[in-house]
């Protein structure tokens, strides 16, 4: 999976495979800089329109990030599993449609 934003991100960005269509039930994954500005990626979850929990099971690698300092132009890469058995946390990727929904912000 990968996310490629194009406007001024200088912070998280996040994609999920949500089961309803929305924040409530997403099993999020969350690509930002840490305190010493490295790229990681975690797998969250979302019960309720909060902010994500961190998942026990980290089941996301980070492949690549990359961030124009001057634009903010932000792109990255991951791998997750097609199914990690982190029910209810993770939702399996099969070959059928489902509801993705992202998210971006400046604060953790």
Same mark, same amino acid.
């Given at each position: 999976?990968?996310?490629? +934003?194009?406007? *001024?991100?200088y912070?998280? =960005?996040?994609?999920? /495979?949500?089961?309803?269509?929305?924040m409530?039930g997403?099993? &999020?994954? +969350?690509? @930002?800089?840490? $305190?010493i #500005? $490295?790229?990681i990626a975690? #797998? @969250? !979850?979302?019960?309720?329109? %909060?902010t /994500?929990?961190?998942d #026990?099971? &980290?089941?996301?690698?980070?492949?690549f990030?990359q &961030?124009?300092?001057? %634009?903010? $132009?932000?792109?990255?890469?991951v +791998?997750?599993? &097609?199914? =990690?058995? *982190? $029910? /209810?946390? #993770? !939702? /399996?990727?099969? *070959?059928?449609e489902? !509801?993705m929904?992202?998210?971006?912000?400046s %604060?953790?």
């Amino acid at each position: 999976l990968g996310l490629h +934003v194009l406007e *001024d991100l200088y912070g998280w =960005s996040s994609l999920a /495979p949500a089961g309803n269509g929305g924040m409530k039930g997403a099993s &999020q994954i +969350v690509v @930002r800089k840490n $305190e010493i #500005d $490295e790229w990681i990626a975690e #797998d @969250r !979850y979302s019960l309720d329109y %909060t902010t /994500p929990s961190l998942d #026990d099971q &980290q089941d996301v690698q980070l492949l690549f990030a990359q &961030q124009d300092e001057e %634009t903010g $132009e932000t792109s990255w890469g991951v +791998v997750i599993p &097609q199914n =990690s058995c *982190d $029910e /209810p946390y #993770d !939702y /399996p990727l099969e *070959d059928h449609e489902i !509801y993705m929904i992202w998210a971006m912000g400046s %604060t953790h």
